[in-house]
C-alpha cells in the first residue's frame, strides 16, 4: 500500500546536491498519500538507506516487452515496474494504483516531471535512461526537446519500506 515517508535522510549535503538538480531546495513535495514530487531523478536519496530500498530487485520484469503489451502483462501479474516515464502523475495512478494500494508492502513513488521548454535545443533529456515509457503518447523522437506532439511527462521511481516488506514472498527474475 502507499505510504508516507516518516523521515527523510538526515544526509544535508547530499539533500542540497539532489534539490540543485531537482531545480530547488526543498525536496520532495508530498501531492498524495505516498506520492511526492520535485525529486530531481533521485528520490531514493532524499530516503534513509536503512530503512527504504529500490524494488529494481524485487518484482520481475518481462523482457522484450514495450508500451502497451508491457503494460498488459504487468496488469495481468498484477505487478508495477520500479521505475518508468508516464504522460502525468493521474497516468500513473490509473496503470498502477490499484496494485500498490492491494500489494502487502508498504510503497511510496517518486515523480520528477520534465518539460520540453526546459530542455536545451541540443542534448537533454532522453527517453532510454529512464525506463519504459507508459503513457498513452507516441515518442518519435531521441530527446523531448524535439517531439512534436509531448510537451512534458514525469520520470517515477517506486520504493519499498524494507522492514515491512522483509517477509513478503515476491517473485524475481532470473
Not at 539532489?18 to 528520490?43: H, M
Not at 520481475?60 to 503489451?69: C, D, H, I, R, V
Not at 533529456?125 to 511527462?153: F, M
Request: net charge negative.
Amino acid at each position: 500500500m502507499l505510504v508516507d515517508v516518516e523521515r527523510w535522510s538526515n544526509d544535508s549535503f547530499l539533500r542540497m546536491i539532489v534539490g540543485v538538480v531537482a531545480g530547488n531546495s526543498r525536496g520532495p513535495e508530498r501531492i498524495g498519500r505516498g506520492l511526492y514530487t520535485n525529486c530531481g531523478y533521485n528520490f531514493p536519496n532524499f530516503l534513509p538507506k536503512n530503512e527504504w530500498e529500490d524494488i529494481w530487485s524485487h518484482f520481475y520484469k518481462p523482457e522484450g516487452l514495450q508500451g502497451a503489451e508491457l503494460r498488459a502483462v504487468l496488469e495481468e501479474m498484477n505487478r508495477i515496474p520500479e521505475y518508468g516515464v508516464v504522460d502525468s502523475i493521474e497516468n500513473f495512478i490509473e496503470l498502477f494504483g490499484k496494485v500498490l494500494e492491494e500489494e502487502s508492502g508498504q510503497y511510496c513513488v517518486g515523480f520528477t516531471e520534465v518539460r520540453k521548454d526546459r530542455e536545451p535545443s541540443e542534448g537533454g533529456w532522453r527517453w532510454h535512461k529512464w525506463g519504459q515509457y507508459y503513457g498513452k503518447k507516441h515518442p518519435q523522437c531521441e530527446y523531448i526537446h524535439d517531439e512534436p506532439e509531448i510537451d512534458s511527462v514525469f520520470t517515477f521511481n517506486v520504493v519499498v519500506e524494507k522492514e515491512v516488506n522483509s517477509g513478503v514472498q515476491i517473485q524475481r527474475s532470473g
